[in-house]
Protein backbone atom coordinates (compact mmCIF):
# COMPACT_ATOMS: atom_id res chain seq x y z
CA UNK A 1 0.00 0.00 0.00
CA UNK A 2 2.94 2.80 0.68
CA UNK A 3 4.73 1.39 -2.62
CA UNK A 4 4.72 4.04 -4.97
CA UNK A 5 6.16 4.18 -8.44
CA UNK A 6 10.07 4.61 -8.67
CA UNK A 7 9.87 7.25 -10.91
CA UNK A 8 7.42 10.69 -10.47
CA UNK A 9 5.86 12.40 -12.98
CA UNK A 10 7.10 16.03 -14.41
CA UNK A 11 3.88 17.66 -12.69
CA UNK A 12 4.85 16.05 -9.53
CA UNK A 13 8.26 16.30 -9.31
CA UNK A 14 7.79 19.91 -9.25
CA UNK A 15 5.00 20.17 -6.99
CA UNK A 16 7.69 17.77 -4.44
CA UNK A 17 10.32 20.21 -5.13
CA UNK A 18 8.21 23.32 -4.08
CA UNK A 19 6.93 21.99 -1.08
CA UNK A 20 10.19 20.84 -0.02
CA UNK A 21 12.03 24.32 -0.80
CA UNK A 22 8.94 25.69 1.27
CA UNK A 23 8.56 23.66 4.31
CA UNK A 24 12.07 22.69 4.56
CA UNK A 25 14.64 24.59 2.34
CA UNK A 26 13.16 28.01 2.93
CA UNK A 27 13.67 28.65 6.70
CA UNK A 28 17.44 28.65 6.21
CA UNK A 29 17.96 31.00 3.68
CA UNK A 30 20.54 33.09 5.50
CA UNK A 31 22.60 29.97 6.02
CA UNK A 32 21.66 28.91 2.34
CA UNK A 33 23.30 32.06 1.28
CA UNK A 34 26.04 32.48 3.13
CA UNK A 35 26.62 29.10 1.31
CA UNK A 36 26.35 29.89 -1.62
CA UNK A 37 28.90 32.98 -1.22
CA UNK A 38 31.04 29.92 -0.13
CA UNK A 39 30.69 27.84 -3.59
CA UNK A 40 31.24 30.92 -5.19
CA UNK A 41 34.88 31.26 -3.75
CA UNK A 42 35.57 27.78 -4.27
CA UNK A 43 34.40 28.07 -7.82
CA UNK A 44 36.43 30.92 -8.63
CA UNK A 45 39.57 29.85 -6.52
CA UNK A 46 39.01 26.33 -9.01
CA UNK A 47 39.58 28.47 -12.21
CA UNK A 48 41.69 30.65 -10.87
CA UNK A 49 44.07 27.86 -9.79
CA UNK A 50 43.70 26.86 -13.70
CA UNK A 51 44.26 29.83 -14.85
CA UNK A 52 47.60 30.37 -12.78
CA UNK A 53 49.27 27.79 -15.29
CA UNK A 54 49.91 29.59 -17.35
CA UNK A 55 52.20 32.56 -16.32
CA UNK A 56 53.56 30.22 -14.13
CA UNK A 57 54.72 28.39 -17.17
CA UNK A 58 55.54 30.69 -19.00
CA UNK A 59 56.63 33.69 -16.82
CA UNK A 60 59.02 31.62 -14.51
CA UNK A 61 60.03 28.28 -16.42
CA UNK A 62 60.14 29.45 -19.79
CA UNK A 63 61.33 33.58 -19.45
CA UNK A 64 63.05 32.85 -15.82
CA UNK A 65 61.13 35.85 -14.38
CA UNK A 66 62.25 36.37 -10.42
CA UNK A 67 59.87 38.87 -9.55
CA UNK A 68 57.41 36.46 -10.83
CA UNK A 69 58.84 34.01 -8.78
CA UNK A 70 58.19 35.62 -5.66
CA UNK A 71 54.62 36.46 -6.42
CA UNK A 72 52.92 33.85 -7.70
CA UNK A 73 54.24 30.69 -5.12
CA UNK A 74 52.29 33.76 -2.59
CA UNK A 75 49.61 34.14 -4.77
CA UNK A 76 48.67 30.16 -5.12
CA UNK A 77 49.37 30.10 -0.99
CA UNK A 78 46.47 32.47 -0.63
CA UNK A 79 44.30 31.10 -2.73
CA UNK A 80 44.72 27.91 -1.15
CA UNK A 81 43.72 29.32 2.35
CA UNK A 82 40.52 31.06 0.67
CA UNK A 83 39.36 28.10 -0.73
CA UNK A 84 40.11 25.70 1.83
CA UNK A 85 38.58 28.00 4.37
CA UNK A 86 35.59 28.55 1.69
CA UNK A 87 34.69 25.10 1.32
CA UNK A 88 34.91 24.15 4.78
CA UNK A 89 32.44 26.73 5.57
CA UNK A 90 30.59 25.89 2.88
CA UNK A 91 30.02 22.32 4.24
CA UNK A 92 29.49 22.52 7.41
CA UNK A 93 26.55 25.30 6.72
CA UNK A 94 25.41 22.46 3.86
CA UNK A 95 25.57 19.91 6.17
CA UNK A 96 23.61 21.38 9.06
CA UNK A 97 20.73 22.39 6.47
CA UNK A 98 20.82 18.67 5.23
CA UNK A 99 20.74 17.37 8.97
CA UNK A 100 17.80 19.73 9.59
CA UNK A 101 15.78 18.46 6.75
CA UNK A 102 16.55 14.91 8.00
CA UNK A 103 15.12 15.82 11.93
CA UNK A 104 12.32 17.85 10.48
CA UNK A 105 10.82 15.56 8.10
CA UNK A 106 11.67 12.45 10.84
CA UNK A 107 9.47 14.64 13.23
CA UNK A 108 6.96 15.81 11.04
CA UNK A 109 6.53 11.89 10.20
CA UNK A 110 6.63 10.89 13.93
CA UNK A 111 3.31 13.31 14.23
CA UNK A 112 1.74 12.21 11.38
CA UNK A 113 1.84 8.33 12.14
CA UNK A 114 1.25 8.87 15.93
CA UNK A 115 -2.16 10.56 15.18
CA UNK A 116 -2.92 8.02 12.08
CA UNK A 117 -6.08 5.70 13.07
CA UNK A 118 -5.43 2.50 14.12
CA UNK A 119 -6.77 1.04 10.92
CA UNK A 120 -3.60 2.37 8.92
CA UNK A 121 -1.14 0.49 11.08
CA UNK A 122 -3.61 -2.30 10.26
CA UNK A 123 -2.71 -2.72 7.29
CA UNK A 124 0.83 -1.13 7.56
CA UNK A 125 3.64 -3.45 7.99
CA UNK A 126 5.70 -1.85 10.34
CA UNK A 127 9.44 -3.11 8.86
CA UNK A 128 8.16 -0.62 5.92
CA UNK A 129 7.52 2.23 8.15
CA UNK A 130 10.67 1.69 10.04
CA UNK A 131 12.31 1.83 6.23
CA UNK A 132 10.66 4.95 5.39
CA UNK A 133 11.95 6.49 8.62
CA UNK A 134 16.19 5.77 7.74
CA UNK A 135 16.22 4.98 4.15
CA UNK A 136 13.96 7.39 2.65
CA UNK A 137 14.41 10.33 4.42
CA UNK A 138 18.13 9.70 3.91
CA UNK A 139 18.03 9.55 0.57
CA UNK A 140 15.63 12.31 0.02
CA UNK A 141 18.20 14.87 2.08
CA UNK A 142 21.27 13.58 0.17
CA UNK A 143 19.11 14.23 -3.18
CA UNK A 144 18.57 17.61 -1.49
CA UNK A 145 21.86 18.58 -0.13
CA UNK A 146 23.68 17.21 -3.66
CA UNK A 147 20.82 19.41 -5.65
CA UNK A 148 21.77 22.12 -3.74
CA UNK A 149 25.09 21.85 -3.50
CA UNK A 150 25.88 21.03 -7.50
CA UNK A 151 23.80 23.68 -9.22
CA UNK A 152 25.58 26.21 -7.77
CA UNK A 153 29.34 25.04 -7.06
CA UNK A 154 29.38 22.57 -9.77
CA UNK A 155 27.63 25.25 -12.65
CA UNK A 156 29.74 27.95 -11.36
CA UNK A 157 32.97 26.07 -11.81
CA UNK A 158 32.30 24.67 -15.16
CA UNK A 159 31.38 28.21 -16.07
CA UNK A 160 34.73 29.85 -14.85
CA UNK A 161 37.20 26.69 -16.36
CA UNK A 162 34.95 27.10 -19.78
CA UNK A 163 35.67 30.82 -19.79
CA UNK A 164 39.09 30.11 -18.88
CA UNK A 165 39.51 28.16 -21.35
CA UNK A 166 37.46 30.34 -24.22
CA UNK A 167 39.99 33.39 -22.84
CA UNK A 168 42.95 31.41 -23.83
CA UNK A 169 42.14 29.59 -27.00
CA UNK A 170 37.93 29.84 -28.37
CA UNK A 171 39.28 27.31 -31.24
CA UNK A 172 40.65 24.70 -28.66
CA UNK A 173 37.53 24.85 -26.64
CA UNK A 174 35.24 24.43 -29.31
CA UNK A 175 36.93 21.09 -30.36
CA UNK A 176 37.25 20.10 -26.71
CA UNK A 177 33.50 20.60 -26.70
CA UNK A 178 33.23 18.16 -29.11
CA UNK A 179 35.53 15.56 -27.72
CA UNK A 180 34.61 15.67 -24.06
CA UNK A 181 31.23 14.95 -24.05
CA UNK A 182 31.95 11.36 -25.73
CA UNK A 183 33.93 10.96 -22.70
CA UNK A 184 31.16 11.27 -20.47
CA UNK A 185 28.50 9.91 -21.64
CA UNK A 186 29.39 5.92 -20.65
CA UNK A 187 29.79 7.12 -17.08
CA UNK A 188 26.26 8.84 -17.00
CA UNK A 189 24.94 5.44 -18.39
CA UNK A 190 26.76 3.55 -15.83
CA UNK A 191 25.52 5.89 -13.02
CA UNK A 192 21.90 5.16 -14.36
CA UNK A 193 22.60 1.37 -14.19
CA UNK A 194 24.15 1.33 -10.16
CA UNK A 195 21.03 3.84 -9.36
CA UNK A 196 19.05 1.43 -10.47
CA UNK A 197 20.15 -1.65 -8.79
CA UNK A 198 21.34 0.50 -5.48
CA UNK A 199 16.97 1.17 -5.47
CA UNK A 200 16.79 -2.58 -5.86
CA UNK A 201 19.33 -2.90 -2.71
CA UNK A 202 18.02 -0.24 -0.72
CA UNK A 203 14.22 -2.32 -0.98
CA UNK A 204 16.10 -5.68 0.47
CA UNK A 205 17.67 -3.79 3.13
CA UNK A 206 13.74 -3.20 4.00
CA UNK A 207 13.02 -6.48 3.77
CA UNK A 208 15.86 -8.31 5.70
CA UNK A 209 15.33 -5.81 8.48
CA UNK A 210 11.69 -6.46 8.83
CA UNK A 211 12.59 -10.07 8.69
CA UNK A 212 14.87 -10.11 11.35
CA UNK A 213 13.03 -7.80 13.50
CA UNK A 214 10.00 -10.91 13.65
CA UNK A 215 12.92 -13.69 13.65
CA UNK A 216 14.15 -12.01 16.73
CA UNK A 217 10.94 -11.04 18.34
CA UNK A 218 9.39 -14.64 17.55
CA UNK A 219 12.77 -16.77 18.53
CA UNK A 220 10.78 -19.27 21.05
CA UNK A 221 8.06 -20.32 18.40
CA UNK A 222 11.10 -20.57 16.20
CA UNK A 223 12.90 -22.89 18.12
CA UNK A 224 9.75 -24.78 19.33
CA UNK A 225 8.41 -25.53 15.93
CA UNK A 226 12.46 -26.79 15.04
CA UNK A 227 12.26 -23.75 12.18
CA UNK A 228 16.23 -22.27 12.50
CA UNK A 229 16.73 -23.99 9.28
CA UNK A 230 14.04 -22.71 7.43
CA UNK A 231 14.54 -19.13 8.62
CA UNK A 232 18.14 -20.33 7.64
CA UNK A 233 17.26 -20.62 4.32
CA UNK A 234 14.71 -17.86 4.39
CA UNK A 235 16.60 -14.97 5.56
CA UNK A 236 19.79 -16.69 3.66
CA UNK A 237 18.21 -15.97 0.58
CA UNK A 238 17.60 -12.06 1.03
CA UNK A 239 21.05 -12.08 2.46
CA UNK A 240 22.47 -13.44 -0.74
CA UNK A 241 20.39 -11.36 -2.42
CA UNK A 242 21.43 -8.26 -1.41
CA UNK A 243 25.13 -10.04 -1.72
CA UNK A 244 24.11 -10.43 -5.83
CA UNK A 245 23.08 -6.92 -6.36
CA UNK A 246 26.11 -4.80 -4.31
CA UNK A 247 28.39 -7.06 -6.00
CA UNK A 248 26.89 -6.29 -8.92
CA UNK A 249 26.83 -2.79 -8.25
CA UNK A 250 29.91 -2.53 -7.62
CA UNK A 251 31.39 -4.64 -10.78
CA UNK A 252 29.60 -2.09 -12.79
CA UNK A 253 31.01 0.69 -11.15
CA UNK A 254 34.60 -0.58 -11.73
CA UNK A 255 34.28 -0.43 -15.13
CA UNK A 256 33.59 2.89 -14.96
CA UNK A 257 36.77 4.77 -13.93
CA UNK A 258 39.20 2.32 -16.64
CA UNK A 259 36.59 3.17 -18.92
CA UNK A 260 36.41 6.74 -17.70
CA UNK A 261 40.72 7.02 -18.40
CA UNK A 262 40.39 5.50 -21.63
CA UNK A 263 38.29 7.81 -22.96
CA UNK A 264 39.73 10.42 -21.33
CA UNK A 265 42.98 9.45 -22.64
CA UNK A 266 41.38 9.86 -26.05
CA UNK A 267 39.94 13.36 -25.43
CA UNK A 268 43.02 14.58 -24.10
CA UNK A 269 45.54 12.94 -26.90
CA UNK A 270 43.80 14.82 -29.19
CA UNK A 271 43.77 18.51 -27.77
CA UNK A 272 47.65 17.66 -27.14
CA UNK A 273 47.83 16.59 -30.66
CA UNK A 274 45.78 20.06 -32.35
CA UNK A 275 47.25 22.50 -29.12
CA UNK A 276 50.77 20.83 -29.42
CA UNK A 277 51.13 22.08 -33.21
CA UNK A 278 49.50 25.25 -32.60
CA UNK A 279 52.64 25.88 -29.51
CA UNK A 280 55.31 24.52 -32.29
CA UNK A 281 53.77 26.96 -35.30
CA UNK A 282 54.10 29.45 -32.59
CA UNK A 283 50.13 30.58 -32.41
CA UNK A 284 50.31 30.25 -28.49
CA UNK A 285 52.91 30.19 -25.81
CA UNK A 286 53.22 26.57 -23.62
CA UNK A 287 51.63 28.41 -20.91
CA UNK A 288 48.41 29.12 -22.18
CA UNK A 289 47.69 25.28 -23.40
CA UNK A 290 48.66 23.75 -20.41
CA UNK A 291 46.06 25.97 -18.75
CA UNK A 292 43.50 25.66 -21.01
CA UNK A 293 44.26 21.68 -20.37
CA UNK A 294 44.47 22.33 -16.61
CA UNK A 295 40.86 23.97 -17.00
CA UNK A 296 39.74 21.15 -19.05
CA UNK A 297 40.70 18.43 -16.68
CA UNK A 298 39.33 20.20 -14.02
CA UNK A 299 35.98 20.93 -15.15
CA UNK A 300 35.71 16.92 -16.15
CA UNK A 301 34.41 15.79 -12.64
CA UNK A 302 31.51 18.68 -11.84
CA UNK A 303 30.45 18.10 -15.43
CA UNK A 304 29.98 14.35 -14.82
CA UNK A 305 28.35 15.20 -11.57
CA UNK A 306 25.99 17.19 -13.12
CA UNK A 307 25.25 14.79 -15.84
CA UNK A 308 23.91 12.46 -13.29
CA UNK A 309 22.54 15.35 -11.28
CA UNK A 310 18.66 14.32 -12.40
CA UNK A 311 19.14 10.67 -11.91
CA UNK A 312 19.77 11.99 -8.25
CA UNK A 313 17.26 14.06 -8.31
CA UNK A 314 14.24 11.31 -9.30
CA UNK A 315 15.69 8.86 -6.52
CA UNK A 316 15.24 11.64 -4.06
CA UNK A 317 11.58 12.62 -6.00
CA UNK A 318 10.54 9.03 -5.06
CA UNK A 319 11.32 9.26 -1.70
CA UNK A 320 10.03 12.36 -0.90
CA UNK A 321 6.93 11.46 -2.33
CA UNK A 322 6.64 8.38 -0.82
CA UNK A 323 7.64 10.27 3.22
CA UNK A 324 4.62 12.77 1.92
CA UNK A 325 2.39 9.87 1.80
CA UNK A 326 2.69 9.44 4.93
CA UNK A 327 2.99 12.58 6.18
CA UNK A 328 -0.46 13.58 4.18
CA UNK A 329 -1.84 10.61 5.98
CA UNK A 330 -5.55 11.29 6.61
CA UNK A 331 -7.26 10.57 9.93
CA UNK A 332 -11.04 9.19 8.92
CA UNK A 333 -11.57 9.33 13.00
CA UNK A 334 -12.52 12.95 13.25
CA UNK A 335 -11.34 15.22 16.77
CA UNK A 336 -12.89 18.34 17.99
CA UNK A 337 -9.44 19.32 18.69
CA UNK A 338 -9.96 20.98 22.16
CA UNK A 339 -7.75 19.07 24.89
CA UNK A 340 -10.09 20.03 27.75
CA UNK A 341 -9.89 17.07 29.56
CA UNK A 342 -12.49 17.14 32.70
CA UNK A 343 -16.49 17.45 30.54
CA UNK A 344 -16.95 14.28 30.88
CA UNK A 345 -14.93 13.98 34.46
CA UNK A 346 -17.25 16.48 35.66
CA UNK A 347 -20.32 15.00 34.82
CA UNK A 348 -21.81 12.97 37.93
CA UNK A 349 -23.59 9.96 36.86
CA UNK A 350 -22.32 8.65 32.95
CA UNK A 351 -24.43 6.35 31.57
CA UNK A 352 -23.72 4.61 28.43
CA UNK A 353 -25.67 3.81 25.04
CA UNK A 354 -24.98 1.83 21.83
CA UNK A 355 -27.68 2.67 19.49
CA UNK A 356 -28.41 0.74 16.89
CA UNK A 357 -24.78 -0.02 15.65
CA UNK A 358 -23.36 -1.20 12.53
CA UNK A 359 -19.92 -1.67 12.38
CA UNK A 360 -17.40 -3.26 9.75
CA UNK A 361 -13.44 -2.41 9.57
CA UNK A 362 -12.55 -0.14 6.77
CA UNK A 363 -10.33 -2.88 5.41
CA UNK A 364 -13.08 -5.65 4.95
CA UNK A 365 -16.65 -5.56 3.62
CA UNK A 366 -18.22 -7.59 5.73
CA UNK A 367 -20.41 -6.19 8.32
CA UNK A 368 -18.35 -7.11 11.74
CA UNK A 369 -21.54 -6.10 14.39
CA UNK A 370 -24.82 -5.34 13.46
CA UNK A 371 -27.83 -3.73 15.00
CA UNK A 372 -26.31 -4.00 18.49
CA UNK A 373 -28.34 -1.85 20.88
CA UNK A 374 -26.82 -2.03 24.51
CA UNK A 375 -27.22 0.19 28.00
CA UNK A 376 -24.11 0.32 30.27
CA UNK A 377 -25.75 1.89 33.30
CA UNK A 378 -23.52 3.96 35.68
CA UNK A 379 -21.35 1.46 38.40
CA UNK A 380 -23.17 -1.40 37.03
CA UNK A 381 -20.83 -4.57 35.15
CA UNK A 382 -21.60 -5.48 31.81
CA UNK A 383 -19.90 -8.77 30.59
CA UNK A 384 -20.04 -10.51 27.10
CA UNK A 385 -19.49 -13.75 26.04
CA UNK A 386 -19.41 -15.37 23.21
CA UNK A 387 -17.64 -17.79 20.47
CA UNK A 388 -14.03 -16.84 19.16
CA UNK A 389 -15.02 -14.05 16.76
CA UNK A 390 -18.09 -13.18 17.35
CA UNK A 391 -17.12 -9.33 17.90
CA UNK A 392 -16.67 -8.83 21.25
CA UNK A 393 -13.11 -7.21 21.06
CA UNK A 394 -14.52 -5.43 18.02
CA UNK A 395 -17.07 -3.78 20.14
CA UNK A 396 -15.15 -2.62 23.03
CA UNK A 397 -12.82 -0.97 20.51
CA UNK A 398 -15.69 1.23 19.46
CA UNK A 399 -16.03 3.23 22.85
CA UNK A 400 -12.99 4.86 23.10
CA UNK A 401 -13.18 5.30 19.40
CA UNK A 402 -10.35 3.36 17.71
CA UNK A 403 -12.75 2.72 15.14
CA UNK A 404 -15.80 4.71 14.23
CA UNK A 405 -19.10 3.26 13.44
CA UNK A 406 -21.40 2.47 9.80
CA UNK A 407 -24.73 3.30 11.56
CA UNK A 408 -25.96 4.33 14.73
CA UNK A 409 -24.39 6.07 17.58
CA UNK A 410 -22.63 5.80 20.77
CA UNK A 411 -23.92 8.28 24.13
CA UNK A 412 -22.58 9.31 27.18
CA UNK A 413 -25.80 10.59 28.95
CA UNK A 414 -27.31 11.13 25.70
CA UNK A 415 -24.32 12.95 24.62
CA UNK A 416 -22.48 11.51 20.88
CA UNK A 417 -19.15 10.57 21.90
CA UNK A 418 -17.84 12.41 18.66
CA UNK A 419 -18.98 15.69 20.35
CA UNK A 420 -15.98 14.83 23.28
CA UNK A 421 -12.46 16.09 22.23
CA UNK A 422 -10.73 12.63 21.72
CA UNK A 423 -7.94 13.03 24.54
CA UNK A 424 -11.17 13.70 27.32
CA UNK A 425 -13.14 10.41 25.57
CA UNK A 426 -9.96 8.34 26.22
CA UNK A 427 -8.87 9.91 29.70
CA UNK A 428 -12.89 8.22 30.08
CA UNK A 429 -11.92 4.61 29.81
CA UNK A 430 -9.17 2.71 31.45
CA UNK A 431 -8.29 -0.63 29.23
CA UNK A 432 -6.89 -3.63 30.23
CA UNK A 433 -6.32 -5.51 27.38
CA UNK A 434 -5.84 -9.36 26.63
CA UNK A 435 -2.33 -8.37 24.97
CA UNK A 436 -0.27 -7.05 27.60
CA UNK A 437 2.46 -4.25 26.15
CA UNK A 438 5.17 -2.98 28.23
CA UNK A 439 7.71 -1.15 27.57
CA UNK A 440 11.45 -1.93 27.64
CA UNK A 441 12.20 0.44 30.70
CA UNK A 442 11.95 0.19 34.23
CA UNK A 443 8.86 -0.64 36.18
CA UNK A 444 8.22 2.73 37.59
CA UNK A 445 7.72 3.95 33.93
CA UNK A 446 5.09 1.31 32.84
CA UNK A 447 3.04 1.52 35.55
CA UNK A 448 3.05 5.61 35.50
CA UNK A 449 3.07 5.25 31.51
CA UNK A 450 -0.35 7.16 30.87
CA UNK A 451 0.04 9.50 34.51
CA UNK A 452 2.94 11.20 34.23
CA UNK A 453 1.77 13.55 37.03
CA UNK A 454 1.45 10.49 39.45
CA UNK A 455 4.34 10.28 42.51
CA UNK A 456 5.88 7.21 43.67
CA UNK A 457 3.66 6.73 46.67
CA UNK A 458 0.69 6.40 44.46
CA UNK A 459 2.57 4.46 42.12
CA UNK A 460 3.33 1.92 45.20
CA UNK A 461 -0.41 2.72 46.43
CA UNK A 462 -1.77 1.04 43.12
CA UNK A 463 0.58 -1.61 42.63
CA UNK A 464 -0.26 -2.71 46.29
CA UNK A 465 -4.59 -2.64 45.04
CA UNK A 466 -2.92 -4.89 42.16
CA UNK A 467 -1.58 -7.34 44.01
CA UNK A 468 2.24 -6.87 42.54
CA UNK A 469 4.22 -4.85 44.84
CA UNK A 470 4.78 -7.77 46.90
CA UNK A 471 6.78 -9.39 43.86
CA UNK A 472 8.79 -5.82 42.81
CA UNK A 473 9.70 -5.39 46.17
CA UNK A 474 11.82 -9.14 45.88
CA UNK A 475 13.61 -7.40 43.14
CA UNK A 476 17.18 -6.19 43.50
CA UNK A 477 16.08 -2.61 41.88
CA UNK A 478 12.38 -2.76 43.26
CA UNK A 479 10.63 0.25 40.93
CA UNK A 480 13.67 0.89 39.05
CA UNK A 481 14.10 -2.58 37.75
CA UNK A 482 14.45 -2.84 34.33
CA UNK A 483 12.60 -5.45 32.50
CA UNK A 484 12.95 -5.89 28.99
CA UNK A 485 11.40 -5.60 25.47
CA UNK A 486 7.92 -6.26 26.60
CA UNK A 487 8.45 -7.41 30.08
CA UNK A 488 10.36 -10.62 29.02
CA UNK A 489 11.90 -10.70 32.29
CA UNK A 490 8.25 -10.77 33.90
CA UNK A 491 6.12 -14.04 34.21
CA UNK A 492 2.64 -13.94 32.16
CA UNK A 493 1.01 -12.85 35.11
CA UNK A 494 3.28 -10.32 36.62
CA UNK A 495 3.04 -8.80 33.34
CA UNK A 496 -0.48 -8.79 33.74
CA UNK A 497 -0.43 -6.83 37.37
CA UNK A 498 1.85 -4.16 35.77
CA UNK A 499 -0.86 -3.38 33.23
CA UNK A 500 -3.84 -3.61 36.10
CA UNK A 501 -1.76 -1.45 38.66
CA UNK A 502 -1.53 1.33 35.31
CA UNK A 503 -5.62 1.12 35.27
CA UNK A 504 -5.32 1.89 39.02
CA UNK A 505 -2.87 4.49 38.71
CA UNK A 506 -5.45 6.32 35.70
CA UNK A 507 -8.53 5.82 37.83
CA UNK A 508 -10.72 6.10 35.13
CA UNK A 509 -14.43 6.07 35.43
CA UNK A 510 -15.18 3.63 32.78
CA UNK A 511 -13.26 0.36 32.74
CA UNK A 512 -12.87 -1.74 29.29
CA UNK A 513 -11.65 -5.66 30.65
CA UNK A 514 -10.43 -7.83 27.41
CA UNK A 515 -9.94 -10.91 29.68
CA UNK A 516 -6.92 -13.16 28.84
CA UNK A 517 -8.05 -16.51 27.19
CA UNK A 518 -4.82 -18.06 27.22
CA UNK A 519 -4.89 -20.17 30.70
CA UNK A 520 -2.57 -18.61 33.02
CA UNK A 521 -2.09 -20.94 36.38
CA UNK A 522 -4.71 -20.53 38.79
CA UNK A 523 -2.63 -19.06 41.25
CA UNK A 524 -1.90 -15.75 39.42
CA UNK A 525 -5.01 -16.34 37.98
CA UNK A 526 -7.07 -16.18 40.86
CA UNK A 527 -4.47 -13.38 42.12
CA UNK A 528 -5.22 -11.47 38.20
CA UNK A 529 -9.01 -12.04 39.54
CA UNK A 530 -8.79 -10.45 42.88
CA UNK A 531 -6.91 -7.77 41.57
CA UNK A 532 -9.62 -7.16 39.08
CA UNK A 533 -12.50 -7.00 41.67
CA UNK A 534 -10.62 -4.43 43.34
CA UNK A 535 -10.27 -2.15 40.26
CA UNK A 536 -14.06 -2.57 39.45
CA UNK A 537 -15.85 -1.50 42.33
CA UNK A 538 -17.40 1.58 41.97
CA UNK A 539 -16.98 2.08 38.07
CA UNK A 540 -19.17 1.32 35.36
CA UNK A 541 -17.22 -2.04 33.36
CA UNK A 542 -17.28 -3.77 30.49
CA UNK A 543 -15.68 -6.72 30.40
CA UNK A 544 -15.05 -9.43 28.17
CA UNK A 545 -15.58 -12.70 30.39
CA UNK A 546 -13.97 -15.78 29.97
CA UNK A 547 -14.09 -16.74 33.76
CA UNK A 548 -17.35 -18.08 35.43
CA UNK A 549 -16.92 -15.64 38.39
CA UNK A 550 -16.73 -13.11 36.42
CA UNK A 551 -19.86 -13.60 34.58
CA UNK A 552 -21.99 -14.75 37.17
CA UNK A 553 -21.46 -11.29 39.19
CA UNK A 554 -22.23 -9.17 36.54
CA UNK A 555 -24.99 -7.34 36.53
CA UNK A 556 -25.81 -7.77 32.80
CA UNK A 557 -24.80 -10.63 30.12
CA UNK A 558 -24.52 -9.80 26.83
CA UNK A 559 -24.25 -12.52 24.54
CA UNK A 560 -22.88 -12.18 20.89
CA UNK A 561 -22.38 -14.36 18.25
CA UNK A 562 -21.20 -13.60 14.83
CA UNK A 563 -21.52 -9.71 14.96
CA UNK A 564 -25.30 -9.86 16.65
CA UNK A 565 -26.21 -9.52 19.84
CA UNK A 566 -28.52 -12.84 20.91
CA UNK A 567 -29.59 -12.81 24.66
CA UNK A 568 -29.14 -10.23 27.04
CA UNK A 569 -29.95 -10.70 30.85
CA UNK A 570 -28.45 -12.03 34.55
CA UNK A 571 -27.40 -15.54 34.81
CA UNK A 572 -30.22 -17.26 36.14
CA UNK A 573 -32.06 -15.99 32.81
CA UNK A 574 -29.35 -16.99 30.68
CA UNK A 575 -28.91 -20.78 31.85
CA UNK A 576 -32.43 -21.29 31.61
CA UNK A 577 -33.39 -19.65 28.16
CA UNK A 578 -30.77 -19.37 25.81
CA UNK A 579 -29.11 -22.24 24.28
CA UNK A 580 -25.55 -20.39 23.18
CA UNK A 581 -25.25 -19.46 26.60
CA UNK A 582 -25.72 -22.84 27.87
CA UNK A 583 -23.24 -24.44 25.52
CA UNK A 584 -20.77 -21.65 26.01
CA UNK A 585 -21.23 -22.31 30.23
CA UNK A 586 -20.78 -25.86 29.87
CA UNK A 587 -17.64 -26.05 27.34
CA UNK A 588 -15.72 -22.64 27.96
CA UNK A 589 -16.96 -20.69 31.20
CA UNK A 590 -16.44 -23.95 33.25
N1 LIG B 1 -8.23 -5.06 12.62
C1 LIG B 1 -9.10 -5.84 11.98
N2 LIG B 1 -9.32 -5.64 10.67
C2 LIG B 1 -10.21 -6.41 9.99
N3 LIG B 1 -10.94 -7.38 10.55
C3 LIG B 1 -10.78 -7.63 11.85
C4 LIG B 1 -9.85 -6.87 12.64
N4 LIG B 1 -9.91 -7.32 13.90
C5 LIG B 1 -10.81 -8.31 13.91
N5 LIG B 1 -11.36 -8.51 12.69
C6 LIG B 1 -12.41 -9.47 12.34
O1 LIG B 1 -13.56 -9.16 13.10
C7 LIG B 1 -14.20 -10.33 13.56
C8 LIG B 1 -14.46 -10.22 15.05
O2 LIG B 1 -13.22 -10.19 15.71
P1 LIG B 1 -13.10 -9.88 17.27
O3 LIG B 1 -11.66 -9.68 17.56
O4 LIG B 1 -14.02 -8.78 17.61
O5 LIG B 1 -13.60 -11.24 17.91
P2 LIG B 1 -13.73 -11.66 19.44
O6 LIG B 1 -15.16 -11.90 19.68
O7 LIG B 1 -13.03 -10.68 20.29
O8 LIG B 1 -12.95 -13.04 19.45
P3 LIG B 1 -11.98 -13.67 20.59
O9 LIG B 1 -12.86 -14.24 21.64
O10 LIG B 1 -11.26 -14.74 19.86
O11 LIG B 1 -11.08 -12.58 21.08
C9 LIG B 1 -13.30 -11.48 13.20
O12 LIG B 1 -13.93 -12.17 12.16
C10 LIG B 1 -12.01 -10.88 12.73
O13 LIG B 1 -11.53 -11.56 11.63
MG1 LIG C 1 -11.25 -10.70 21.40
Redesign the pocket.
Known amino acids: MLKTKNKPSKETTKYLLKRLVRNYVKKHFSKLFLAFLCMVIVASATAINAWMMQPVLDDIFLNKNLEMLMILPVAILLIAIFKGMAAYFQSILMNFIGFRIVADVQSEMLNSLLKSD??FF?STNSGTLVSRFLADVGSLTRGVHTVLTNIVKDILTVIFLVSVMFYHDWKLAIFAFVVFPISIFPIVRIGKRIRKISTQTQESFGDLSSKLSQLFMGIKTVKSFNMENYEKKNIGNTIEGIFFLTYKANKISSIARPLMETLGGFAVAGIIWVGGSQVIAGETTPGTFFSFITALIMAYQPVKSLAGLNATLQNAMAAAQRVFFIIDNKTNISDIGNDDIGILHSQKIKNIYLKDINFK?P??KRL?LKNISIMFEHAKKTAIV??????????LNLLPRFYDLQRGEILINDTNIKTFSLKDLRNFFSLVS?DVVLFDNTIKYNIQYGSPNKKLGEIISASKKAGCHGFISKLPNGYETEIGENGVMLSGGQRQRLSIARAFLKNAPFLLL?EA?SSLDTESESKIQIALDKLMIGKTVLI?AHRLSTVKNSDQIIV?NN?LVVDKGSHSKLIKTSILYKTLYKNQLR
Open positions: LSDYSSIGPSGAGKTSLQDTIMG
